[in-house]
């Protein structure tokens, strides 16, 4: 039985050490390696993936360098086996790979991610701003520190801003901007409390950017993922929980990082989303997203 099709839900107990590995997870991620098939919706596409080591941005890397498109890695020092593995899967797809390690709480560094994407990939159409931290706790908003606060924060809005910010002078008409929300928008969990919150305000973001961006031509949606088998989670939660990680959705299980990517590859695409701004799309294993 692949970890697709399991409706049991949950997954053997673990931890490692934030951002997380995926060689150290247990079962490993699905992200289309052996089951995505593109159709040249994306070709010529140039793509900035922040957070496209692992995951969510890996699954997305190979979808998009599978519909044609180039693609750029945007990850943490510590991940670079991840993003080496990720630029293997997009070259092998014939695609160009650039990879551009930095620490997007810095704005400095947003800036030079986003010019060393454009160098690499010769311009910009796609900006998928991935990159997101969260730390699950037991206790109330007396246990948030500074430091879980400004790191929360500085991942998940301020690189989300300075992001866009540094690349919107080479985005033209026709260019699309996707944020990465989070059921945790709808449905908060207390244990997640900073996190849940900036997830509501990339919704917020979102549709106010597409307003603001509207008449330059550029598009602006977001995806909300429900529970996803990503590092993320066994470098987050607490090891127990992963159990029954996602057995509460309507579907019963938890998804995989390649039942996510589909989305981004529609919204991306201009031929099939062209009039499509401001949406928050759910891939929730059936959680509602309003
Ligand atoms: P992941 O750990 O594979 O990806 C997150 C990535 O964020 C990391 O790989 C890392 O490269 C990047 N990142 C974190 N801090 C960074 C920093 N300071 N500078 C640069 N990059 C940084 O996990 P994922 O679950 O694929 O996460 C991708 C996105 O999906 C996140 O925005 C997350 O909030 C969102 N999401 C995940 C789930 C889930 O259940 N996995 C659910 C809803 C939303
Ligand atoms: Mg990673």
């Not at 049991?8 to 150290?24: D, K, N």
């Not at 670079?80 to 790979?97: K, M």
């Not at 690349?167 to 969990?189: C, D, F, K, R, T």
Request: with cysteine; charged share 20%.
């Amino acid at each position: 039985m692949t970890a697709e099709s399991d409706s049991s839900g949950g997954f053997p107990a673990q931890h490692q050490q934030p951002p997380g590995l995926t060689g150290r997870m247990r079962p490993l991620p699905d992200h289309g390696e052996d089951s995505y098939v593109g159709h040249d919706r994306l070709t010529g596409v140039r793509a900035l993936i922040t957070g496209g080591d692992s995951g969510i941005g890996r699954a997305v890397a190979i979808a998009y360098a599978r519909e044609g498109a180039d693609v750029a890695i945007g990850y943490l020092d510590e991940e670079q086996e991840d993003a080496e593995e990720t630029a293997r899967l997009v070259e092998a797809a014939g695609a160009t790979a650039v990879l551009v390690p930095g620490d997007l709480t810095e704005e400095g560094t947003c800036r030079a991610v986003v010019r060393d994407a454009v160098r690499g990939l010769g311009g910009l159409d796609v900006l998928v701003n991935n990159a997101g931290f969260q730390m699950a706790r037991r206790g109330s908003i007396e246990d948030v520190t500074p430091e879980d606060l400004d790191r929360v924060l500085k991942t998940n809005l301020y690189a989300l801003v300075w992001m866009t910010q540094a690349s919107l002078e080479h985005l033209g008409y026709g260019a699309s901007i996707i944020n990465v929300s989070s059921i945790q928008a709808y449905q908060p969990s207390t244990s997640l409390l900073d996190y849940a919150s900036t997830k509501a305000a990339i919704n917020n973001m979102t549709v106010n950017l597409a307003a603001e961006l509207g008449e330059r031509g550029i598009r602006v949606n977001a995806v909300a993922p429900g529970p996803i088998w990503t590092p993320l989670q066994p470098a987050t939660q607490p090891s127990q929980k992963l159990e029954s990680f996602g057995a509460d959705t309507p579907l019963g299980r938890a998804g995989q990082p390649a039942e996510v990517a589909h989305a981004f590859v529609y919204l991306a695409s201009n031929h099939e989303a062209g009039y499509v701004s401001g949406t928050v799309l759910g891939v929730t294993g059936g959680k509602p997203v309003f």
